[in-house]
């Protein structure tokens, strides 16, 4: 058997685990009282979230490479955002995700330093709005804890935020670009893994980055991440409440952006296990009944992760004809190496 389709496979019987461990600890009896008993309302409204997210995060794609010169139609830049979210999760720490760059030079002939440079702009802006939704989550959902201390909680979360934002805007110039390789580069000389191949990766790819920033409005693409986590965050929020959860949309953003990122590091492809014990537990501590968080977190998970497995496989086998490598092999193509996929820029080059 190939190894992409076994890892598929172990990655699915592990999510099925999961699942059939968190519903069984529910009880059927209770499952079907909470499933029948859900509001279709905020069903309906979760499911519309779903393809509003779907919709605006290839816009942003879009937007970014619109912004350098490529043009892409709506059906390629979805193909080369799904197809990369499936090797994503297969992959530890989501670093799959570099796979849109080939998939972005063999679809659309979009550079590989390009694709890069605006892949970093996107996870930028990215972890900008999670650390705020966990930061803003942190302090709302503490405030009685926190007692005579609330106020000082929030001038510090305020200002957090206000330097993060003025870090990610501030992306255009290289000072900013060398104080976060340096900020990497001490996480990996504490022995976080792999921040110091990272750095050096970042510290590599500055003057592109650099080149691309300049070209590309970044407070839109942060406005349109806003949009995009406010999005999933509405989603699971409107699960929950569906199925009797009494919770605040701030203690799920909290809860949801906290547990994707704890299984992000954790390194487990998909951060299975990792992130639904971390959105039960937190939801738990925030009041929901464990039934129900576990409920909440099963139907959102397969709302969201499992339905853009489904479609990132989809994806890559519509776009199969395309790919100059097998993709069953599950290892990575050198971009490099690729004569018949050139960019613009190469083709002008060649002319002159």
């Known amino acids: 058997m190939d190894r992409l389709n076994t890892k598929l496979l172990l990655t699915c019987a ?10 069984w600890s529910v009880g059927p009896d ?13 069903l309906v409204a979760a499911a519309l979230t779903i393809v509003f997210l779907n919709v605006i995060s290839t816009y942003r ?33 989501r670093a799959g995700e570099v796979f849109r760059l080939y998939l972005s030079k063999r679809i659309s ?51 957090t935020l206000l330097l993060v934002a003025v870090l990610v805007l501030s992306v255009r110039h290289r000072a900013v670009m060398v104080l976060v390789v340096r900020v990497i580069s001490f996480g990996g000389r504490c022995g976080v893994p792999g921040c110091a191949r990272g750095a050096q990766k970042i510290e590599e790819s500055i003057p592109a980055f650099l080149s691309v920033a300049r070209r590309v409005s970044v407070p839109t693409v942060l406005g349109i991440t806003v949009l995009i986590w406010a999005s999933q965050v509405a989603r699971m929020w409107f699960i929950c409440v569906a ?33 639904e014990g971390t959105m039960v537990g937190l939801l738990v501590v925030h009041g929901v009944p464990s039934d129900i968080a576990k409920v909440g977190v099963v139907i959102d998970r397969l709302c969201a992760y499992w339905t853009a497995v489904v479609v990132g496989v989809m994806s890559l086998s519509y776009k199969a004809d395309v790919l100059l490598f097998d993709i069953s092999s599950g290892e990575m193509p050198d971009m490099a190496d690729e004569e018949t996929a050139t960019c613009p820029a190469d083709d002008e080059g060649e002319e002159e």
């Not at 209770?30 to 309302?41: C, D, F, M, N, W």
């Not at 879009?62 to 080369?80: K, P, R």
């Open 14 to 23: 592990l999510g099925a685990a999961v699942i059939a461990v968190m519903l």
């Open 30 to 42: 209770r499952l079907i009282e909470l499933v029948s008993g859900a509001q279709p309302g905020h």
């Open 61 to 93: 794609w879009q937007l970014l490479m619109s912004s350098l010169g490529y043009e892409l139609s709506f059906a390629d830049a979805f193909f080369q955002i799904s197809g990369a979210f499936l090797l994503s999760t297969l992959t530890p720490g």
């Open 109 to 159: 002939h979009i550079d590989a330093s390009h694709s890069g440079a605006a892949l970093l702009i996107e996870r930028a802006c990215d972890l900008s709005v999670m650390a705020s939704l966990i930061l803003l989550g942190l302090v709302t959902g503490m405030g009685t804890q926190l007692g005579a201390f609330g106020d000082a909680a929030r001038i510090t979360v305020g200002f």
């Open 243 to 275: 199925i009797g959860a009494d919770v605040t949309p701030m203690a799920v953003g909290l809860t949801y952006c906290l547990g994707l990122l704890l299984g992000v590091v954790s390194y487990i492809p998909g951060g299975l296990v990792v992130t």
